[in-house]
């Protein structure tokens, strides 16, 4: 099997409702499933979406920009980019548990997060 890379395909949408995101995600999802049928290999990894900028942020692995382009076409996603990305892992149980326990201006936690810590 080739090598899997990582890209993130820039959408531009009006602010989607639950309902088109939920929508997006499956055409999606079964035009990545038809592709790897196929014999490319596409993982849809997922997206986010930025309403205040009408915009969406999806991660495929894939083989090729190409096939990540096809499942985009096929899923009638209206694409801005598709580029290749460097993915790395973060630990957001990490960054939250840090973040609580920075000090404030003051130097001590703040007293909405002392008085939940009790």
Known sequence: MPKQATYLV???????????R??????????SK????????????GTLFV???????????AASI?????V???ALV???????AIREAIDLRAVALASE?????DGQRSASRRETSR
């Open 10 to 20: 820039e959408c531009s949408l009006p602010v989607p409702t639950e309902a088109h």
């Open 22 to 31: 939920r929508a997006m995600r499956r055409a999606v999802q079964q035009a």
């Open 34 to 45: 038809r592709l790897t049928a196929a014999g490319s290999t596409v993982i849809y990894l």
């Open 51 to 61: 309403p205040a900028r009408s915009r969406c942020f999806s991660l495929f692995e």
């Open 66 to 70: 190409d096939a990540v382009r096809a």
């Open 72 to 74: 985009n076409e096929a």
């Open 78 to 84: 209206p694409y801005i980019a598709i580029n290749e």
């Open 101 to 105: 326990a920075e000090p404030h201006n």
